[in-house]
Nanobody, 125 residues
Framework: QVQLVESGGGSVQAGGSLKLTCSAS????????MGWFRQAPGKEREGVAGISRNGAYIEYTDSVKGRFTISRDNSKNTVVYLQMDSLQPEDTAIYYCAAGLPFRMTLAASEYVTWGQGTQVTVSS
């Protein structure tokens, strides 16, 4: 069973940037979409960004479009990045990396079956 480990979280002021990294313990099947999700206290987990194997399909939730960029490196073990710019206090949450079911091009959390432990992102005003 592949494991996912997130890193790069932290505390920044509004307008700042962070880059999250998700490292897989093994190569992720090429047909599986990789996604970033977040969960703020008292809120449901929401999909933030997803990317297909070769980057041909990328999806962002509306609130992060133009500010966040997802990318993926399949050269060895799969690594997925989330560059977050112009961060706002409402971006504060635990961010999770996840691998989806094969051939599911979606940000629906129910279609993702392998999850990391999460990394905290805190944005202060």
């Amino acid at each position: 069973q592949v494991q996912l480990v997130e890193s790069g979280g932290g505390s920044v002021q509004a307008g700042g940037s962070l880059k999250l990294t998700c490292s897989a313990s093994a190569y992720i099947d090429t047909n599986r979409m990789m996604g970033w999700f977040r969960q703020a206290p008292g809120k449901e987990r929401e999909g933030v960004a997803g990317i297909s194997r070769n980057g041909a399909y990328i999806e962002y939730t509306d609130s992060v479009k133009g500010r966040f960029t997802i990318s993926r490196d399949n050269s060895k073990n799969t690594v997925v990045y989330l560059q977050m710019d112009s961060l706002q206090p409402e971006d504060t949450a635990i961010y999770y990396c996840a691998a989806g079911l094969p051939f599911r091009m979606t940000l629906a959390a129910s279609e993702y079956v392998t999850w990391g432990q999460g990394t905290q992102v805190t944005v202060s005003s």
